[in-house]
T-cell receptor, first 118, second 114 residues
Framework: AQTVTQSQPEMSVQEAETVTLSCTYDTSESDYYLFWYKQPPSRQMILVIRQEAYKQQNATENRFSVNFQKAAKSFSLKISDSQLGDAAMYFCAYRSSLTQGGSEKLVFGKGTKLTVNP | DAMVIQNPRYQVTQFGKPVTLSCSQTLNHNVMYWYQQKSSQAPKLLFHYYDKDFNNEADTPDNFQSRRPNTSFCFLDIRSPGLGDAAMYLC?????????????FGPGTRLTVL
């Protein structure tokens, strides 16, 4: 079974600075998808960024980028120019490739609570 | 705006008293999921529907049931809630079963069991 580990329960960053959230995962599959979801307080979880394992290029979405190291099974999220609205719980998640007969469920880490200080 | 709606946002029930949580969506997605998120833990999939096809996770307790009367609505029934069932319950939808399909989440229902 796949597992996802987020080793930082809490992180803080000064507004306008850069922060990196860590995520590692364990799998024996070669094809899969990785996600970062953001859950602001009392609001729904939304997708921040997605990475396909077969793609070597790291995904980028505006101020959000990932460092995907497939061999190391590492998938960190970098937030540049942090804003107050970035404060939230961030979840790393894994999903198998259905073309390899995997399950379609998301396997989540326990989350990292990010505080942005003004 | 198209969205995933969960009612109620907060639910209090008594030990052993059946409770139903509701999820509706205006996205017209084929797949609906229920996740359980206990305090300081990762969200965990309980089951999902692909259209009318119900898919239960192997480790979901029998105490948890689900109904999907139509595309828009899905219900989570807890037949005899125990103290250990207190959690946030998240509903999510996705267009289909493709790996690239994004899951869209509702705000969750926080269940308290007294």
């Amino acid at each position: 079974a796949q597992t996802v580990t987020q080793s930082q329960p809490e992180m803080s960053v000064q507004e306008a600075e850069t922060v990196t959230l860590s995520c590692t995962y364990d799998t024996s599959e070669s094809d899969y998808y990785l996600f970062w979801y953001k859950q602001p307080p009392s609001r729904q979880m939304i997708l921040v960024i997605r990475q396909e394992a077969y793609k070597q290029q790291n995904a980028t979405e505006n101020r959000f980028s990932v460092n995907f190291q497939k061999a190391a099974k590492s998938f960190s999220l970098k937030i540049s120019d942090s804003q107050l609205g970035d404060a939230a719980m961030y979840f790393c998640a894994y999903r198998s490739s259905l073309t390899q007969g995997g399950s379609e469920k998301l396997v989540f880490g326990k989350g990292t609570k990010l505080t942005v200080n003004p | 705006d198209a969205m995933v709606i969960q009612n109620p946002r907060y639910q209090v029930t008594q030990f052993g008293k059946p409770v139903t949580l509701s999820c509706s969506q205006t996205l017209n997605h084929n797949v609906m999921y229920w996740y359980q998120q206990k305090s300081s833990q990762a969200p965990k999939l309980l089951f999902h529907y692909y259209d009318k096809d119900f898919n239960n996770e192997a480790d979901t307790p029998d105490n948890f049931q689900s109904r999907r009367p139509n595309t828009s609505f899905c219900f989570l029934d807890i037949r005899s809630p125990g103290l250990g069932d207190a959690a946030m319950y998240l509903c999510a939808t996705s267009p289909g079963r493709y790996s690239t399909d994004t899951q869209y989440f509702g705000p969750g229902t926080r269940l308290t069991v007294l």
